[in-house]
């Protein structure tokens, strides 16, 4: 046999990795999520807004968020309005009303007073 | 060309005949009454009521939540109104006001459409009552009222816009939680022919 077959052969030849060289990679590879999940809370939430869709999700529930408050506040203005002119509306029917009897009397007095011609 | 004129002519005729055949309609009820304005500065107590179409039907709407059979009335009264607006003023002591005060809205109630209805004036005791109708063409519905109530030491000015049962505006009173004034001055009856009252 030649020399450099020799050669070929014992540098191509299966080596059996060392000791424990199994569990270091999955050590190694198990370590790596790890040190997110060891960070803060705003890394992860950040971590999650990177994504495109959560955000305008996020913003989505915001905007609908300032909608339904404008809503309950805009409702609360109407009816503040509504309960104000009703309350006016009554007081001028009865001044209105009050003034109307009035006339009607004092013609009645002096038809009461006038001879009937 | 001769024949072009006349036409004209005739159609001109015929649109002042249509316009001015209509006395009524498009007659505005709704009376300026800015210039009583400057009586708040001397009144004790000031009552400015200013409800356009929009605001009635507000008010309308929550008089339907009220339960009482005093309310389902004034929404009955209101539902076909266009407007309600009164200016009331009492002041603590007589001679706050003067009749020039009311000559603004009484040169309005001169205008087309507008007529007296009631006119009742006490010189004894100082007071002047006027009722004003504004009518719509045969008058057969009323567009407007205008009541004008003044005494020694109050001031009201009325004006209603739009169709309203004065019969039902009368019987109001005494209703919606508020007692009856009393117009009863006095259980003594007045000598005849007494005093200067005219009524028209």
Redesign the interface.
Known sequence: MRPLDDELRSALKRKEPPAGFAGRVMARLAGQPGRVRQGSWAQAIRSLFRMPKLRWVAVGAVVCLLLVVGAVRYQRRERAQGEMAKEQLKQALHIASSKLNLAKKRVQEVDRRSPES | MRISLRRTTMLMGFLILVWGGVPAYGQDAHLQLNNLEKLSKKAAEV?D?Q?DGS??K??????SE?EDADAAE?KE??KDLKG???K?FEFDKEGEYSEDDLDSVRAQLKGPGWSRM?S?V?KREH?N???YMMAMGSGASIQG?A?I?AEPKEL?V?N?LGPID?DK?????GH?G?P??G?DKGGTP?K??GGQ???K
């Open positions: 009552v009521v409800l605001m009635l507000m008010a309308s709407k929550f008089l009220d004034v009264l209101v309600v607006y009164v009331s009631v009742v006490s007071e009552t006027e009722v009222l009541i109530a009201t009325v209603i004065l505006l009368s019987a109001l009173e919606m508020v009856k004034l117009l007045r005849p022919g009252n005219e009524k």
